[in-house]
């Protein structure tokens, strides 16, 4: 079992940074990869961002490449997502998310774990 607190949500200006961060319990974190995705009121939960079990391979959405950066720490068992240049259409709720296997997924039923997730709203 996995258990996931994310963090670090809040409001923001447009241009503005955020970053979140997802703590992992259990001794299995360095051999999972993990993603974040996004829901916004009305929509579906979309992805954002994964990362490899060692961080040596990341994907992100075309709607965030070059403006969010994924990381992780194995040794703290947190992942983390660096959010630069805000954009309204960013707000929503941010979820964290762990796979079972050690390669990222850009699919929500790639991942068996789940955070309660944070809200991040950008104001114009």
């Known amino acids: 079992q996995v258990q996931l607190v994310e963090s670090g949500g809040g409001l923001v200006q447009a241009g503005g940074s955020l970053r979140l961060s997802c703590a992992a319990s259990?001794?299995?974190?360095?051999?999972?990869?993990m993603g974040w995705f996004r829901q916004a009121p009305g929509k579906e939960r979309e992805f954002v961002a994964a990362?490899?079990?060692?961080?040596?391979?990341?994907n992100y959405a075309d709607s965030v490449k070059d403006r969010f950066t994924i990381s992780r720490d194995n040794a703290k068992n947190t992942v983390y997502l660096q959010m630069n240049s805000l954009k309204p259409e960013d707000t929503a709720v941010y979820y964290c998310?762990?796979?079972?296997?050690?390669?990222?997924?850009?699919?929500?039923?790639?991942?068996?774990?789940w955070g309660q997730g944070t809200q991040v709203t950008v104001s114009s």
């Open positions: 990362i490899s079990w060692s961080g040596g391979s990341t």
């Open positions: 998310a762990a796979r079972s296997v050690p390669n990222w997924g850009v699919r929500t039923y790639d991942y068996k774990y």
């Open positions: 259990g001794r299995t974190f360095s051999m999972r990869a």
